[in-house]
């Protein structure tokens, strides 16, 4: 078995493509339940943030439940894909036929065993987001593998290896100042919004639509700042929406009246988890026809987008998507830099205890195995003399137990210790599959 992650990033294919393979709260389940109807596949965890959609799984034979995930992404994205990787064995996995490798202007990308629990741990660091420490990105760590085990989808595999990156994605934040300023997407939205506008909202009029963690992230930095804007929050659930509004005693409208009170708004920060776009030229036209002097500013922090593209070419509008908070998040992070080798001796650190931890249970296996023939074996001797030790009182018979179960863990105890001491190493790997060899286990 090995396990593998195998996911599209943005930097490798164009937002239109991230969007269609991008799995919703609302899909997840569907989508966990349907990779592991492959028999290939053990144990299946779907990541899916702003930056990634990714499945990290177990497979029981590595081509196979590679070319099953792939299938899964073709579906979703409707074209063709290769991971082109090699397997555990060396051998290169074949394109499928009627594959074109690098069809979306990039691909699907596969890590194997240690080199996806590294990048795991990247990812839960936050040194694979768009803003560098970013704590929203260990949230959603946490709560796609909280849904696999929710979904019976995530075993004692997938378990340590997600425990272990929401450990060290903690580690990182507390032991370096990786997550110091500007680290997370909401915040980053507010900020550029603010840079936009002369570097403040004060006196403007905002409206946030979608009061999930990332709406929930933008009203915080709203009220975080000197001169906090007029707000509006509008969300498919009003409870929601009027729980995060009172924070700046903010006003609440239904997503149905949203037009109208975009019609009196500055600023529209938008970021639901729609599975299709809510604004369209159609829609703001209009609003804009009937203020000509007052322009509004757009920042879609959704994916998929919330708003058209096209609203971006009409008059008076300016459009800022994720490959714009993205370069804006990289500016700002010049100064958490730095930071990046602290927070990568951490994960070298942690890496190590996680392959220590996985050759150790590696071994336990091969010792168990171990033990349990040498029991059978004194079970059977001691039943095969059954004949001669029937005349043995019970004190000769507690004695003779004694003797040969002595006996057997004098014999097993020098290589189980040799095999636990060299566990993790290439030495142990030779020592168990030589046990394995020589014990028939």
Not at 202 to 211: H, I, M, P, S, T
Not at 246 to 269: H, I, P, W
Not at 412 to 424: I, M, Q, S
Request: net charge negative; with cysteine; charged share 25%.
């Amino acid at each position: 078995m090995a396990v593998v992650v195998v996911g599209v990033h943005e930097r490798d294919v164009p937002l239109d493509v991230l969007e269609r393979v991008a799995v919703s709260d609302l899909d997840l389940g569907k989508a966990l339940k349907s990779l592991c109807d492959s028999p290939h596949l053990a144990e299946a965890v779907v990541l899916s943030t702003c930056l990634r959609t990714e499945v990290y799984a177990v497979v029981e034979r590595f081509h196979d439940g590679l070319a099953d995930i792939e299938a899964f992404f073709e579906s979703r994205a409707g074209l063709r894909w290769s991971a082109g990787v090699a397997g555990p064995d060396g051998s290169t996995v074949p394109p499928r036929e009627g594959t074109t490798p690098g069809a979306a202007a990039g691909g699907l990308y596969c890590l194997f065993d240690d080199a996806a629990a590294a990048h795991l741990f990247e990812v839960a660091a936050g040194l694979d987001s768009a803003v560098l420490g970013e704590g929203e990105v260990l949230r959603q760590v946490r709560h796609a593998h909280e849904r696999a085990r929710a979904e019976h989808t995530a075993g004692p595999v997938l378990g340590r290896l997600f425990r272990h990156a929401v450990e060290i994605g903690k580690r990182a934040r507390s032991e370096t100042d990786i997550a110091r300023g500007v680290t997370s997407l909401s915040h980053a939205a507010v900020a550029l919004a603010a840079e936009e506008l002369g570097g403040s909202l004060e006196g403007r009029r905002v409206l946030v639509v979608g009061a999930g963690e990332m709406g929930s992230g933008m009203v915080t930095a709203l009220e975080r700042m000197s001169a906090p804007p007029e707000l509006v929050v509008a969300n498919r659930s009003r409870a929601r929406a009027q729980e995060i509004a009172r924070r700046l005693d903010g006003e609440v409208v239904d997503l149905d009246n949203v037009s109208r009170v975009l019609a009196g708004c500055d600023v529209l920060l938008t970021c639901t988890a729609a599975p299709s776009v809510l604004f369209e030229p159609a829609d703001v036209a209009p609003l804009m026809g009937e203020r000509p002097e007052r322009p509004l500013l757009v920042v879609d922090a959704a994916l998929p987008r919330d708003v058209d593209p096209a609203v971006g070419a009409l008059e008076g509008v300016t459009l800022r998507d994720m490959d714009d908070l993205r370069a804006f998040a990289e500016r700002q992070m010049a100064g958490r830099l730095a930071e990046v080798e602290r927070v990568r001796a951490v994960l070298a650190r942690e890496m190590e205890r996680y392959r220590a931890d996985s050759a150790a249970r590696n071994a336990v296996p091969v010792i168990s195995s171990l033990r349990t023939l040498g029991e059978s074996v004194r079970n059977e001797e001691l039943a095969r003399h059954a004949g001669r030790l029937g005349t043995l009182d019970e004190e000769q018979r507690a004695a003779v137990e004694a003797l040969t179960r002595g006996i057997v863990a004098k014999l097993l105890h020098e290589p189980t210790v040799r095999l636990k001491d060299a566990a993790g190493s290439p030495r142990g790997e030779r020592l168990g599959e030589a046990l394995r060899a020589l014990f028939d286990l």
